[in-house]
């Protein structure tokens, strides 16, 4: 996969990781995903598909809604508790991924889309979103 | 026990191997070899040819695992959906022959999904420094495998990237990619271009005309023309054009 070169400025702990294709950036942008990358750096709480659940803290989410945690608290569907210094939860297998109170969900996605747009550096398919400005090269 | 003879480890696309790797499945310590972490499989083989494989799309997840508590190892945990059993290892051997997943269920098929069947794999490294380095070698490896049923990533650019500063520089705009009409396209077709359209509209023209049983159309080779590209069009609107194209059939 390619690097795109320009990143995010980092936001917690660690490296930051940006879309690592332009197909992702597209299928981000058209879905709600943009939300749950706004998630980067918030501990939240994930509920898996097989009843178990995940707490920490979001080092990255991708398109494919692949989220990946730090420090977490993980309980299993029997109500088993381990902790995990990190942990890969594949996108199939997630069922709900918790917003934590203080955030507020549009100003979320409209900052996503932004980064995004900054990124690409062109109007979005909704035909040129003219607040966005357009870098000139 | 869930071992499977014959397999043998990746050669390409191994992102990190780790030797004096503990499998331990299920409960079940499989004994100490190589992990790999390949774009294609995992696997891990206990050198003397004995070893098992998983599908990425079948790992519901992966973690680090510090917690001396829960487990008395630092290592690698993986939770795959599904039972991994001799069925399933066989399924994926056979499947390591091709290249994509199909229809049919993999280990980890809905089934198994639906009763909430998992495997937990643990890989336990005698280089516990290593476990940051197969971690994220698996994540880069799960995130080429997307979920192939998931309906909400539509998946608007398939096949070739869309290059924005590439296609910048060709059209001098920014847009979105933009597909030409009937009459800008064929004005940009290249002499070959020309070919391929004509060629293409008299397969399909022909592949029409099947269904009257033309004269001069090989009713049993349809197939193949869609196949090598290289047709011999005895009915084709435009007769003659291939009659010095290499006959195959």
């Not at chain 1, 996108?91 to 995004?116: F, W």
């Not at chain 2, 597909?179 to 940009?188: N, P, Q």
């Not at chain 2, 399909?204 to 869609?226: P, W």
């Not at chain 2, 590209?229 to 290499?246: H, L, S, T, Y």
Request: hydrophobic residues 35%; charged residues 30%; contains cysteine.
């Amino acid at each position: 996969m390619e690097s795109e070169g320009t990143g995010f400025p980092p936001s917690g702990s660690g490296p930051t990781e940006v879309f690592n294709s332009i197909r992702e950036r597209t299928i981000a942008e058209n879905s709600m995903v943009v939300l749950l990358q706004g998630l980067q750096g918030e501990v939240t709480t994930v509920d898996l598909r097989n009843e178990s659940s995940a707490r920490g803290r979001v080092v990255n989410v991708d398109a494919f809604m692949n989220i990946r945690l730090n420090d977490v608290v993980y309980r299993d569907g029997r109500g088993q508790v381990t902790q995990l210094q990190d942990l890969f939860i594949t996108g199939r297998n997630v069922r709900y991924v918790h917003i934590p109170d203080h955030m507020d969900i549009m100003k979320t996605i409209e900052s996503q889309l932004a980064k995004i747009h900054r990124v690409r550096n062109f109007a979005s398919h909704g035909g040129g979103r003219k607040e966005y400005k357009k870098n000139t090269k | 026990m869930v071992l499977l003879k014959n397999l043998r480890p990746p050669t390409e696309g191994v992102r990190h191997e780790q030797a004096e790797t503990t499998a331990v499945m299920g409960g079940e310590k499989l004994g100490c070899g190589t992990l790999y972490v390949a774009e294609t499989r995992l696997s891990w083989f206990d050198g003397a040819g004995l070893g098992f494989c998983l599908e990425y799309p079948t790992i519901g997840l992966h973690a680090i695992s510090r917690d001396v508590s829960a487990y008395p190892q630092e290592h690698l945990y993986v939770m795959v959906n599904g039972k991994v059993g001799d069925e399933n290892v066989a399924e994926m051997a056979e499947k390591a022959d091709d290249e994509e997943e199909d229809d049919s269920s993999s280990s980890g098929g809905d089934d198994d999904d639906e009763d909430g069947a998992i495997t937990e794999i643990r890989f336990v490294p005698s280089d516990k420094a290593a476990l940051e380095s197969m971690f994220s070698a698996m994540c880069e490896c799960q995130a080429l495998h997307p979920d192939p049923e998931d309906d909400d990533s539509d998946n608007d650019f398939e096949g070739e990237e869309y290059d924005v500063e590439e296609a910048e520089a060709e059209h001098g705009h920014a847009d979105i990619p933009t597909f030409y009409t009937c009459d800008e396209g064929l004005s940009t077709l290249t002499q070959e271009g020309q070919a391929t359209l004509e060629r293409l509209e008299g397969m399909l023209a022909q592949s029409v005309a099947q269904q009257y049983h033309m004269a001069g159309v090989r009713t049993e080779e349809t197939n193949a023309e869609f196949e090598d590209g290289m047709e011999v069009d005895a009915a084709a609107m435009e007769a003659g054009q291939f009659e010095d194209a290499d006959v195959e059939h």
